[in-house]
């Protein structure tokens, strides 16, 4: 049974830090690209971030380029998104997602399975 188990959201002042974890199992986990998507009220689902198996391909949207860190351990099945500086706008329900290969996409309609969801709410 594949799971992909969030924590890590909470309530943070702007400027603030925070980072989310997602524990995976039920996959070859090496073998899966892991991604992180938003989802604010009243808005489409878009991509944050993603990274292949081994690391060595990362992707940032660009709304968080340079403030939103992904990375993985593969040794504990877990992929991680360091956010700092956040902003007001990064208020949003993050989803933990993987797609199988080594091809990474922007589009959530590509990936595989999906966390429950955490909430990130950043306060001004």
Same mark, same amino acid.
């Given at each position: ?7 890590? %959201?909470?309530?943070? !002042? =702007?400027? #603030?830090?925070? &980072?989310?974890?997602? /524990? ?10 892991? %991604?992180?998507?938003? !989802? =604010?009220? #009243?808005?489409? &689902?878009?991509?944050? /971030? ?24 593969? /040794? ?49």
């Amino acid at each position: 049974q594949v799971q992909l188990v969030e924590s890590g %959201g909470g309530l943070v !002042q =702007a400027g #603030g830090s925070l &980072r989310l974890s997602c /524990a995976v199992s039920g996959f070859t986990f090496t073998t899966y690209v892991m %991604g992180w998507f938003r !989802q =604010a009220p #009243g808005k489409e &689902r878009e991509f944050v /971030a993603s990274i292949i198996g081994s690391g060595g391909s990362i992707n940032y949207a660009d709304s968080v380029k340079g403030r939103f860190s992904i990375s993985r351990d593969n /040794a504990k099945n877990t992929v991680y998104l360091q956010m700092n500086s956040l902003k007001p706008e990064d208020t949003a329900v993050y989803y933990c997602t993987s797609r199988r290969g080594y091809s990474a996409s922007r589009l959530y309609e590509y990936y595989d399975y999906w966390g429950q969801g955490t909430q990130v709410t950043v306060s001004s």
